[in-house]
């Protein structure tokens, strides 16, 4: 038997516990970046159905390339929520924010964004 790093079996169970992979104790902001993920994926997913090349897609979005290029990684420290849901409007899609009292099984509120 292969013995996993105490580090990979601890993210497993706060995985398994809370389903967003960024609540680690050492990201405070985990809601904010599992937001800005699931965001940022459905607007790649949406520049890749259109086909859109960097180019085009910083010109439909506003931004230069490197933004793009940045976007496409995954690399969203320079991107706020809001933007992530700017581009989307852009892209001539609607975003619904539904506000609801947390049941009581669950300890604290959570963000969960979903596409439809």
């Keep these: 038997m292969i013995k996993k790093p105490e580090a990979l079996i601890e ?6 516990d809370s389903g967003n992979m960024f609540a680690v ?4 902001d985990a ?3 599992q937001t800005k993920r699931r965001l940022a994926h459905t607007i790649n997913q949406i520049l ?3 086909r859109h090349s960097q180019a085009s897609a910083a010109n439909l979005l506003r931004v230069d390339q490197a ?5 496409q990684h995954y690399k969203l420290e ?11 409007t ?3 899609r609607d975003i619904e924010i539904s506000i ?6 669950r300890p604290i509120g959570m963000i969960r964004v979903s596409a439809a």
């Design 11 to 16: 993210l497993e169970t706060v995985i398994h």
């Design 90 to 92: 852009a892209m001539d």
């Design 25 to 28: 104790p050492d990201f405070d």
């Design 78 to 88: 320079g991107f706020t929520v809001e933007r992530l849901m700017s581009f989307l």
């Design 67 to 71: 933004k793009i290029s940045a976007l």
């Design 48 to 50: 890749e159905a259109g």
């Design 31 to 33: 809601d904010e970046r």
């Design 100 to 105: 609801r009292r947390k049941p009581q099984t």
